[in-house]
Every structure is written in structure tokens, then in C-alpha cells.
């Protein structure tokens, strides 16, 4: 029932900049760490940033001075800001939470969004 749709993606030239969303929906009761990660043809998945309720993140060291997380959490929503775009950046973003659906004593899970392509031409 809960889904994580993201937006954002697309194509844009070295040193250019894009915003990824994800909104989480569903019968959702609270979300804790969300995060954005990303994975590139032949490469395993990887950490780009998490970030937690209350606002500690962490980053990669190859994004550090790049991107910045934010989330609200009124919107259930974590934003991904990425600036300075290099063609190492390319891949698919994945957004991630941790979830618990219905009720306090409702499950925790973790969520995957369908992710979105980005691609930074050189």
C-alpha cells in the first residue's frame, strides 16, 4: 500500500543542477531515515545520502559539497539537491525509507522508489 514516487530526473550538461522529489503515500504512520541512493550499468547499488527525522545525514564522500537532503516531514516528502553535475553522477536514483504503515503497532519496512534516470553529459 505505501509507495515512494520520485521526480526530478533528467538531462543536463556538466556543472548543471537538478532537484529529485520523492513522496511517500499511503497508510503510512510514521517515516523515519529516508535516503537517495544511486547505481550506475555494471556498478552496485550505492549510498548517496540519508538523512533521518530529526535532519542528521549522511553523505558520500563523492557528493559532499554537491548535494544537499532536506525533507518535510509534514509531506511525507525527502528532496535530493544536486549542483555542480559531473558525468561520474550519472545513474538511476533510488529513493529509500524506513516506514511504518497503520499504526503504532504497525510493521516497519523499507521502501524502495522505481527510480529515476539521471544523466550528465560531458
Known amino acids: 500500500q505505501v509507495q515512494l514516487v520520485e521526480s526530478g530526473g533528467g538531462l543536463v550538461q556538466t556543472g548543471g543542477s537538478l532537484r529529485l522529489s520523492c513522496a511517500a503515500s499511503g497508510s503510512i504512520f510514521s517515516i523515519n531515515t529516508m535516503g537517495w541512493y544511486r547505481q550506475a550499468p555494471g556498478k552496485q547499488r550505492e549510498l548517496v545520502v540519508t538523512i533521518t527525522r530529526g535532519g542528521n545525514t549522511n553523505y558520500a564522500d563523492s557528493v559532499k559539497g554537491r548535494f544537499t537532503i532536506s525533507r518535510d516531514n509534514a509531506k511525507n516528502t525527502v528532496y535530493l539537491q544536486m549542483n555542480s553535475l559531473k558525468p561520474e553522477d550519472t545513474a538511476v536514483y533510488y529513493c529509500?525509507?524506513?516506514?511504518?504503515?497503520?499504526?503504532?503497532?504497525?510493521?516497519?519496512?523499507?521502501?524502495w522508489g522505481q527510480g529515476t534516470q539521471v544523466t550528465v553529459s560531458s
Open positions: 529509500n525509507a524506513d516506514i511504518k504503515r497503520d499504526s503504532l503497532w504497525g510493521p516497519t519496512s523499507n521502501y
